[in-house]
């Protein structure tokens, strides 16, 4: 696949994240202990952080997205095995940020064979 593909499969993951975010903390599991804005800062800053990048620089700030997701998929384990009420929540989390931390990998190295010339004969 080209990369220009590979980057807006990660782009269409880093989006879904966000959204998936805003539903969890918004509608499916409020806060109870925390102030609403203190946990949307917390949960949504760092991939808010790597939109801004991508506002300046596309590729790098997806690769930023990339490296931030790491944490996503982290906390979307976790969340899984410790919470059954938002279980399902947690497997969408960890899954999207999968997919995010593949695709961006897949960008950069379908960039760097195309420009060494095309793909090596297998």
């Given at each position: 696949?080209?990369?220009?593909?590979?980057?807006?499969?990660?782009?269409?993951?880093?989006?879904?994240?966000?959204?998936?975010?805003?539903?969890?903390?918004?509608?499916?599991?409020?806060?109870?202990?925390?102030?609403?804005?203190?946990?949307?800062?917390?949960?949504?800053?760092?991939l808010l952080l790597a939109a801004i990048a991508m506002l300046f620089d596309f590729?790098?700030?997806?690769?930023?997205?990339?490296?931030?997701?790491l944490g996503y998929f982290s906390h979307g384990v976790m969340e899984a095995w410790t919470s059954p009420s938002i279980r399902l929540l947690a497997h969408a989390e960890w899954l999207l940020a999968t997919i995010l931390?593949?695709?961006?990998g897949a960008a950069g190295l379908a960039e760097r064979r195309t420009a060494r010339g095309g793909a090596r004969a297998a």
């Open positions: 696949m080209s990369p220009k593909l590979w980057r807006r499969i990660a782009f269409a993951s880093f989006v879904a994240l966000i959204a998936l975010h805003l539903g969890w903390h918004l509608r499916f599991a409020p806060p109870n202990v925390f102030p609403l804005p203190f946990v949307l800062a917390i949960a949504l800053g760092p590729r790098r700030g997806l690769f930023w997205a990339g490296f931030v997701a931390v593949v695709a961006v």
